[in-house]
């Protein structure tokens, strides 16, 4: 698929084909992230579509996870 970079005001804008988009998740008002690698522009949903738990806690490792932290006492109804 091909497309044409735009001028739009002081930036640059292209259009992403409606049947891409939807191979991505992209919509109206999507936020997306950008970036470059090896010469390629990047574009990704900022936020994962489908987030779980169990993905969620498949990412904490020993390194990042952090010790508890000592609050005090209970001084209202935090037990129950």
């Known amino acids: ?18 049947g891409l988009a939807e191979q991505i998740g992209l919509g109206a008002g999507t936020e997306v992230s950008l970036s470059a690698k090896d010469g390629e522009l990047v574009v990704k949903p ?3 579509a489908r987030l779980n738990l169990d993905d969620l806690l498949a ?8 010790s ?12 129950f």
């Open 1 to 18: 698929m091909q497309t044409r970079v735009q001028k739009w005001g002081n930036s640059l804008g292209l259009r992403i084909p409606r």
């Open 59 to 66: 990412g904490v490792t020993t390194d990042n996870l952090h």
């Open 46 to 48: 900022a936020v994962a």
């Open 68 to 79: 508890p932290v000592d609050t005090g006492d209970a001084v209202g109804l935090e037990n």
